[in-house]
């Protein structure tokens, strides 16, 4: 069983730049979502998608977006980039039945200057 | 709004003493809770979830809905308990749609 993949691993980019991370759910999983974790902070919601659809959206403004693909992979798209953006960015996968089982991956670390 | 609140960011435990890492979550609705835990150099992982009245790896968690705490407990700590341990709360659980909301952490150092 394939565990939930992420990349890059580490990028840095400049205020205003675009930044595309992507995600490879675990095998079977319908379900992705993403967090953003900034440094000595817990994982805080972004948005999920369930059938390539997004279904939920944290408080984070719409140069936030994603997409998921039929094969349940996942793209989150942050668009002019901004200091406050440097995190580290998790995707997790679940299945719709087993609410609140997220498998994580190990995440993007992305540093905007 | 949902909030959940881990009022220790560190803390230290001899090997064999009992352990319990408090989270406190505001929350109008009946909640759903969960402790996450990252071991070093792994990714986070569920540890466990209230709905399922479980012990995992010797920790239990009960919701107080009176004192909205939902604090995890074990009897004797060991070495490999050293992780970093995040309580969330999930409030929506209409299909295909959950949010996950958690603490900031409290990191737990086992000592020899």
């Known amino acids: 069983e394939t565990g939930v993949t992420q990349s890059p691993t580490h990028l840095i980019k400049t205020r205003g730049q675009q930044v595309t991370l992507r995600c490879s759910s675990q095998?079977?999983?319908?379900?992705v979502s993403w967090y953003q974790q900034a440094l000595g902070q817990g994982p805080q919601f972004i948005f999920q998608y369930y059938r390539e659809e997004e279904n939920g959206r944290g408080n984070f403004p719409p140069r936030f977006s994603g997409l998921q693909f039929p094969n349940y992979s996942s793209e989150l798209n942050v668009n002019a980039l901004e200091l406050d953006d440097s995190a580290l960015y998790l995707c997790?996968?679940?299945?719709?039945?087993?609410?609140?089982?997220?498998?994580f991956g190990e995440g993007s670390r992305l540093t905007v200057l | 709004a949902q909030r959940v609140t881990q009022p220790e960011k560190l803390l230290s435990v001899f090997k064999g003493a009992p352990v319990e890492l408090k989270c406190n979550y505001s929350y109008s609705g009946s909640p759903e809770l969960f402790w996450y835990v990252q071991y070093s150099r792994q990714r986070l992982q569920l540890l466990l979830r209230?709905?399922s009245r479980e012990s995992i790896k010797g920790f239990t968690a009960d919701l107080n809905k009176g004192e909205t705490s939902f604090h995890l407990k074990k009897p004797f700590a060991q070495e490999e308990d050293s992780a970093m341990y995040y309580c969330?709360?999930?409030?929506?659980?209409?299909?295909?749609?959950?949010?996950?909301?958690f603490g900031t952490g409290t990191r737990l150092t086992i000592i020899p």
């Open positions: 095998s079977g999983h319908n379900t």
């Open positions: 209230h709905i």
């Open positions: 969330a709360l999930s409030g929506s659980f209409s299909f295909g749609n959950e949010k996950l909301t």
């Open positions: 997790a996968s679940s299945l719709v039945r087993v609410p609140g089982e997220l498998f």
